[in-house]
């Protein structure tokens, strides 16, 4: 069984492998994103040598269980969300609760205030209705600031929603009008 460390570099290798560069070890993913186990394991261990496909489950099951990078279904793997690939990862509609937030810096906020919430380089926005998972995420590039998203009219308007698994929603974009700061439980 590998080490903490371990298992933290094996899930960085595989977000790697399946959010953003599969081309690069020889991997095929579907249009759901799916790699067979494996495949991507005989990938990993040409560069991990001592992972197993107990390692990849343990991280699957355990490792930051609250943001469910990763998915196992059958014999199949995927990146549940965060990809920046070319080809877009299918996922299916589905109806947000009311309200979602979003995690980020006080750099952007403006901006996200003023353009919307867009998914940069990645394929899709991220949103949860985790304020803690939002804050964590937001505090990546210094404080962290969340704004909520009406997500209950952005959907009645036509903004479709993607449930990416139990703690992330995506979509496609947000624009600004559906976006409010939030402060400690309220709406500014």
């Known amino acids: 069984m590998m080490t903490s460390k371990q298992l933290v570099q094996l899930s960085k290798l595989l977000s790697l492998i399946l959010r953003h ?3 690069r070890f020889g991997i095929t993913l579907d249009a759901e994103g799916y790699a067979s186990i494996q495949e991507v394991l005989a990938t990993v261990q040409a560069s991990m040598p ?3 496909a107990a390692d990849v489950s343990t991280i699957v099951a355990t490792l930051e269980p609250d943001k469910r990078r990763f998915s196992i279904v059958d014999d199949e793997i995927r990146a549940n969300y965060g990809h920046s ?3 877009r990862i299918v ?4 109806t947000p609760p009311a309200v979602l937030l979003h995690g980020t810096s006080q750099q952007a906020v403006a901006a996200i205030l003023e353009a919307g919430i867009l998914p940069m380089k990645r394929q899709y926005v991220h949103l949860t209705t985790d304020p803690d998972l939002a804050a964590r995420i937001g505090r990546r590039h210094g404080a962290a600031h969340l704004l909520t ?3 209950a009219q952005a959907a009645s308007d036509g903004v479709i ?3 990416a698994n139990d703690s992330f929603w995506l979509a496609d974009a947000i624009p600004a009008r559906y976006i409010a700061r939030c402060a400690v439980g309220r709406r500014e």
């Open 21 to 23: 560069q599969p081309q």
């Open 50 to 52: 001592e992972a197993t």
């Open 85 to 87: 690939l070319g080809a």
């Open 91 to 94: 996922h299916q509609p589905a």
């Open 149 to 151: 998203v009406d997500a």
């Open 161 to 163: 929603f993607y449930r």
